[in-house]
Each structure stands twice: as C-alpha cells, then as structure tokens.
C-alpha cells in the first residue's frame, strides 16, 4: 500500500489542484472514482488573513473527500503561522505549498514557480509551516525556471525542513503547460532522495502511465490533473488497471449521470449561492471532451441558462434513443 508520510493510499491516486475545478462536488465524484487524496486549489495566505471571513463562508467540503490537503500560497513567512491557525479548526488533512504556478500574474511577484528562483526565501516559508503546521505538509513543485537545476536543492531543502512529501510536477516554470513532462527528472529525484515519498505529476493520461510512476520510476503516489478534468473516471481505470482487474466498461454516455451527480451535489448545498452556473457549464464542457460532436455539444450548452434545462440536457444525454450519436470509445 502505498504510504505519503502518515497517509496510507490504496493506490497512490492523487487528485491535482486545479483552480476552479476541483471544486468539493469535483473532488467528492473523484473520490467515488478511485482518488486516493485531493488537495484544494491555491489560496493566497494575504487573501485568508485580509478577507478571513469571506475566505470561511467559501470553504466547502464533504466528509467523502478525504485525505484533503489545502494548498497555500504566498511570498510572505511571517503569513505563514496566522495563515495555519486560520486553517487549523477547518476539515483539511494536510497542508501543501505551491512552487510551480507559471502564471505571470503569479511570478511576477514572486509567489508560486518564481520561488525555484528565490531558494532563501522559499527556505523561510518551508522553514515556517515546519515549525507551525501542527498536521503533515507536502510541497508542490516544478523542476526549475528554465531548467532542471532547482530540482535537488528544493528536494534537499524539503528533507531538512521535514516535509512529508513532495509533488513533483516535471515541467519547468517557462514550459507553462507546453512540451512534454520529463519524467527521468522524476527518476533522478527519487534515486537521490529516496527517503522522500515522492508524488510523480504531469502528463499522466492512462493508467499504463500511472502504472509507469508507481512502479518504474518508483513514485509513492501519482497525481492526475487535465485528464480527470474531462474524465473523472480515469481513477477508476487507473484503480482496476493497477489491481490487474478487468477494466470497467463505462457507457459513454454514462458521462452524463456524473454530471448530473455533480449537479445535485453543488445545488444541495447552500453554500454555492448564488449557483455558479458559468463553472458547472465548464465542468459540463470539460466531460464532452472526446465525444463526437462535441463542438456542437459546448455550444448547446453555453446556451443553457438555468438548472432546469441543464439537468433537462444531462438527462437528455443518457437516453439511448436520443438522436446525439455518442458511441465512439473514449480515450483513458
Ligand atoms: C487550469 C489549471 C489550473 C491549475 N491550478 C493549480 C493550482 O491551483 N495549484 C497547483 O498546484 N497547480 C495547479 N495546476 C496544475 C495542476 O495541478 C497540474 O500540476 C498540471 O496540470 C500537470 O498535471 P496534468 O498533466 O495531469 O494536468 C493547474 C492547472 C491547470 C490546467
């Protein structure tokens, strides 16, 4: 079984965080599928200090989504410990901090990816949720800002200040989300630091790559973003792939009770008001990825403007006898 720090995961599936995505009713219908672990999207420490209240009315979260990790994210150490006492009566399991956003709104002032440039200062935040984070913390990082050269100091840096583990997107920051990860670079981390249970991330589209981080390249975990976004049930395909089982046989269309599921979930609870209809849209759009006709699918359902004839579509969609020709097999 694998184990990341104190958490023992079936499989080692990592839901990724990904802002305005992974939302409670997202991650609760990852975990039906198999994830294993699912972190929330990055919070700035300024914005839980400055909007303390706002920042509590708009936690949500379920008792199916745990382990669940809280991603921080920040330029300022002294933010760190009121940050953490803010986040301690809430249900989040561990706590993670963000080394790899690449968005220039992000970098530019130093947070995120630009702190692979900045090793002291990243060494003081590390050095800050070490000293007060009284559950695990994890850190989630690119391999460098140009080049792999940040990989090993952030990883040495990481076992001193004794994280639990480290996310290991194999990207630099000036990739973006371009070219391809590089997974040898996970290879490396893990033959020079082979104490620190290491997450492998980026790329992941089946579970032959999932497979591929666990046992080749020996990660403790593997973490699956884009892909479950248009697809949650990737976990389960990576879960019974993994358990040598036969892979489920998943009705195309049966996409659509996941959406509908996720609906029921997001209108039952009070706390997503006024209803975000332009998110569950996206995430909708998301599932129709890889259907035939699913141009023609995203403009319809840009054109749905309330819960009635959102839930109306998705239910449309599971009918057999419905004319949208949706039978072509779905990659992962
Ligand atoms: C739209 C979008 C939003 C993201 N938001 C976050 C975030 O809030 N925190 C984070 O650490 N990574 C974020 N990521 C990066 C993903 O967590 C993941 O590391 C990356 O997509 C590579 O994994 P994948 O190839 O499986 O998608 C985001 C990625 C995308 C595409």
Redesign the pocket.
Known sequence: MPKLGSFDLRHGLVL???????TSPFRKLCFKYGADMA?E??VWTNYILMATQKFLDSVVTRPEEHPLGF?L?TTRPEQVKPALDVLESLPYDLY?L?V??PSRNVTKLGA?GALLGNLPLLEEIVAEMAKHAVKPFSL?IRVGLSTSDALLPVLQLAKDHGADFV?I?A?TVSQG?GGT?DWSLIHLAKNKFPDIPIVG?????SPENARDLLDTFSCEGV???????KNPRIFQSCAAFLEQKSLPSIAHREIFTDFLEFLQDTLADQKVRPFDLRAVRGTLQNFCSGFPLARRLRMEINNLTSTEELRAFATRMLDESDPIEINSPRPG
């Open positions: 990724a965080p990904i802002l305005d995505v992974t972190f999207p990055m991603q994210i993670d963000n790899g956003c995120g989630k996310t997107h990207r989300y990860a991330n980026g790329d992941v589209r973490m699956i973003g884009r892909t479950a976004m």
